[in-house]
């Protein structure tokens, strides 16, 4: 090993140049992209079983990968090393499964030993490629091809180029699959129930407040209102609801000061609905919180969850703090 003094400038050329060959790369499989695409498409989405992604070293690693995107974004996959699978892990595939396999130059020992196996189960095989004509090519029921000609690698041996391909093109598959079945906001949040995308997608019924509403009649006085407002746990709000249950306004404790200093302490026996802010915002309980901080910023700190204009909860922007969302 001959280490080598670079500069700074030389540092960042060397980088760029990965990022120009592996960003031509993707463009490239972009450009070729054509009806075989669509048919592997096809081939995953009427899977009645499981995807079982499969390849070696590197291209394993990016089995791996894709395995778990398609996993999250609601395509059930698995990943197998072929390696273990020609020792008895291969049972794990089934009739009902297809089997996507990589590999760059479609002519992977492990992989190939496998196909024969995967042929007698009447398994489809998609395999990404690079080389056409190669074993895995050959034997495979569609194969997309990745066409990179060099590698990132300055001695062009190291699997860089090709696997950002691979990678780049199986999130294609993943996506254009989430398409196809329509996955929606709430069928992804079920797939991420934890982490920071799980807390992005959490509903407003997740976190809302529904026991000991601060419910109030508009008929009765500021007085008890304040009363209400001053009560343990309460979130400084009191609902205003008619005879129907139905949502009439709010008291917040901003509008009692207010109050005070326009009536000049002549308010206490006021009726609430003298007083009380019509027509507030509310929220569904089915909108994600990330719609509900929007409504709120920095205006308000509570908003009345209703059905049909009947106040079912109360969110207030502690809620949210607490659910560590912000």
Same mark, same amino acid.
């Given at each position: ?9 030389? #540092? ?7 990022? *120009? ?29 499981? $995807? ?39 049972? %794990? ?20 030993? #496998? %196909? ?6 009447? #398994? ?16 495979? *029921? ?6 990179? *000609? ?24 993943? &996506? ?20 920071? %995308? ?42 205003? &609801? ?29 009726? &609430? ?12 309980? *089915? ?7 929007? #409504? ?7 908003? %009345? &969850? ?10 207030? $922007? ?9």
């Amino acid at each position: 090993m001959s280490i080598k003094s670079y500069t700074n400038n030389e #540092i960042l050329s060397i980088a760029k140049d990965v990022l *120009d060959n592996e960003a031509s790369a993707i463009l490239k499989v972009k450009d070729i992209l054509n009806e075989s695409f669509c048919k592997a498409v096809d081939i995953l989405f009427n899977c009645k079983g499981k $995807i079982v992604v499969t390849g070696m070293g590197k291209s394993g690693n990016i089995g791996k990968k894709i395995s778990a995107t398609l996993t999250s974004t609601g395509t059930t996959a698995v990943f197998l090393n072929p390696a273990e699978a020609i020792h008895g892990d291969i049972g %794990i595939l089934a009739e009902n499964d297809v089997l996507l396999a990589l590999s760059k130059s479609g002519n992977t020992e492990e992989i190939n030993t #496998i %196909i024969p196996f995967v042929k007698r189960l009447g #398994i489809p095989v998609i395999s990404i490629v690079n080389e056409k004509d190669s074993s895995l090519d050959k034997s495979s *029921d569609v194969s997309l091809y990745i066409n990179v *000609d060099k590698e990132a690698c300055p001695m062009n041996l190291a699997p860089t180029t090709s696997t950002t391909a691979m990678l780049a093109l199986g999130d294609a598959i993943a &996506v254009t699959l989430m398409h196809k079945k329509g996955i929606s906001e709430n069928e992804f949040k079920l797939f991420h129930p934890g982490g920071m %995308i799980g807390k992005q997608l959490l509903l407003v019924r997740d976190i809302m407040e529904t026991e000991n509403l601060p419910f109030i009649s508009p008929d009765e006085t500021v007085k008890q209102a304040l009363e209400i407002i001053l009560s343990k746990n309460n979130r400084g709000i009191v609902i205003v &609801v008619d005879n129907n249950k139905n949502l009439s306004g709010i008291l917040v404790d901003g509008d009692l000061k207010r109050i005070a200093l326009k009536y000049e302490g002549n308010f206490l026996n006021k009726k &609430v609905s003298e007083v009380m802010t019509k027509n507030p915002k509310t929220i569904k309980q *089915d909108c994600f919180v990330s719609e509900a901080l929007k #409504i709120m910023e920095n205006k308000y700190t509570s908003l %009345i &969850v209703t059905q049909d204009n009947i106040p079912t909860g109360l969110l207030h $922007i502690h809620d949210i703090l607490l659910a560590k969302i912000i």
